[in-house]
């Protein structure tokens, strides 16, 4: 059966993730022992025991993250578990696809994501930023939410996340607008998202520029397996092109639905989430119902993901 892994991005992360793998699989724990070493501090003890404040703080949540969907990678492959004809991540979830597809090293992306975690943070200030989830009216609409509530101030759809599902990002004051209007506009929910970074919106402009810097200090190889990045759903093979895509992808759009029907178009019958949470399982079967999908993230669903794609 042809499948891709797909990684989540931050929203997955909870206190004790992955801690039934860990209990069964030593390479989970060894994963996490790599990382702290990159790190200079026990990100494994962070993971188990929180405090979930400190998890949820977007220099800690991205590193946790990546070195989740690494551990999970790495477990997949010791039960025998097949390379994937593709790979995707959903914004942070981009560079641990790099990982698994050996176009950075494990120890550089952390530091990566560390690195990019606090730009972001520094981009804008505590409380001036929002992001915000609209359900119920297609991106046109939500476009047009947005030039409407602008006023002076940013306000964009950031993330398409599947159909009638986008999240907008900028200015707290015009997030606001956007969610009292598009809930006037006839949408279904509304939401002000418990985060403090605009991700994905114009606001992160000074952040890409910053990073742009450190990605040039980074060793980047041919992926050796196809990552379809999420600026255009569209896989990249040279270093250069992967770094200029990974600084857009900080100020632009995750164009996660066309990343789904790309793999679906391309073949993938199975799209298994590597990683915590079942996020990006859910928003698969809104995309596409007739995928098959699974969340890998503990000793079953993992042998449930084997079970799948070899076809027992």
């Not at 990019?116 to 915000?132: E, K, N």
Request: hydrophobic share 45%; aromatic share 4%.
């Amino acid at each position: 059966m042809r499948f891709a892994l797909l990684f989540p991005g931050q929203g997955s992360q909870s206190v004790g993730m992955l801690g039934a793998l860990a209990a069964r699989h030593a390479v989970v724990r060894e994963t996490f022992a790599e990382a702290s070493a990159a790190l200079s501090y026990d990100l494994w003890q962070l993971v188990s025991e929180g405090p979930a404040d400190m998890l949820d703080r977007t220099e800690h949540t991205q590193p946790a993250l990546l070195a989740a969907g690494v551990a999970v990678w790495r477990t997949w492959r010791a039960l025998g578990g097949p390379e994937p004809d593709a790979m995707a991540g959903h914004s942070l979830g981009e560079y641990t696809a790099l990982v698994c597809a050996s176009a950075l090293s494990f120890a550089d992306a952390l530091r990566l994501v560390e690195r990019r975690g606090q730009l972001m943070q520094a981009a804008v200030p505590a409380g001036s930023g929002a992001m915000a989830a609209i359900v119920g009216l297609d991106d046109e609409q939500v476009r047009a939410v947005c030039a409407e509530s602008a006023q002076g101030e940013v306000v964009e759809a950031v993330n398409f996340n599947a159909p009638g599902q986008v999240v907008v990002a900028g200015h707290h004051t015009a997030v606001e607008r956007a969610a009292t209007l598009a809930k006037a506009r006839g949408a279904k929910l509304t939401k002000v998202l418990p985060v403090s970074v605009p991700s994905h919106c114009s606001l992160m402009r000074p952040a890409a520029e910053q990073l742009a810097q450190d990605l040039q200090a980074v060793a980047v190889q041919p992926p050796a397996i196809p990552v379809l990045h999420n600026l255009d759903a569209t896989p990249r093979s040279r270093p250069e092109d992967i770094r200029a895509a990974l600084v857009a992808q900080l100020h632009s759009p995750v164009q996660w639905v066309k990343t789904i029907q790309a793999l679906r178009a391309q073949g993938a019958a199975a799209l298994l989430e590597c990683g915590p949470g079942r996020v990006l399982t859910g928003l698969t079967k809104r995309i596409d119902k007739a995928a098959n999908g699974e969340c890998l993230q503990d000793p079953q669903t993992l042998e449930a993901g084997l079970a799948l794609v070899r076809g027992s």
